[in-house]
Nanobody
Framework: QVRLVESGGGLVQAGGSLRLSCVVS????????LGWFRQAPGKEREFVAF????????YYADSVKGRFTISRDNAKNTVYLQMNSLKPEDAAVYYC??????????????????WGQGTQATVSS
C-alpha cells in the first residue's frame, strides 16, 4: 500500500518562503512520477507541479512558474516543493500525489491515484 505524508506547511508573510516535503512509503519510490496540488477554501483542487521518475522533467502551473521548484531525493523517498515569493493567493492545503498514468501535460488530478493528507500553507499579506 502506497502512503504519502506531507509536512512543512505553516504561516509565512507575503514574499516569504516555505519548503514542503512528502515522504512516500510502499512500492518503489524511484518508479513513481509525482505531483503537488493545492486546494483553497471554496475552490477546486488545482495542479501545482510535476516531476518524473528520474527528476529530469518537471512541469508547473503558470501561476507558480518561476517561484516554485519541485525536486526529489530517491534515496530518501521524498519529493519537495520549494515555494518562494509567496503570495496570499498561494494559501491552501497542499497535497502530494503519485501519478499512475495519463497523457501530457500531467496536470489532471484523475491521473493521480495515491494522495497524502495535505499540509496547510497560510500566507499573510
Amino acid at each position: 500500500q502506497v502512503r504519502l505524508v506531507e509536512s512543512g506547511g505553516g504561516l509565512v508573510q507575503a514574499g516569504g518562503s516555505l519548503r514542503l516535503s512528502c515522504v512516500v512509503s510502499g512500492g518503489t519510490f524511484s518508479r513513481y512520477s509525482l505531483g503537488w496540488f493545492r486546494q483553497a477554501p471554496g475552490k477546486e483542487r488545482e495542479f501545482v507541479a510535476f516531476i518524473n521518475r528520474s527528476g529530469d522533467t518537471t512541469y508547473y502551473a503558470d501561476s507558480v512558474k518561476g517561484r516554485f521548484t519541485i525536486s526529489r531525493d530517491n534515496a530518501k523517498n521524498t519529493v519537495y516543493l520549494q515555494m518562494n515569493s509567496l503570495k496570499p493567493e498561494d494559501a491552501a492545503v497542499y497535497y502530494c500525489a503519485v501519478r499512475t498514468g495519463g497523457r501530457w501535460p500531467p496536470s489532471s488530478a484523475i491521473d493521480y491515484n495515491y494522495w497524502g493528507q495535505g499540509t496547510q500553507a497560510t500566507v499573510s499579506s
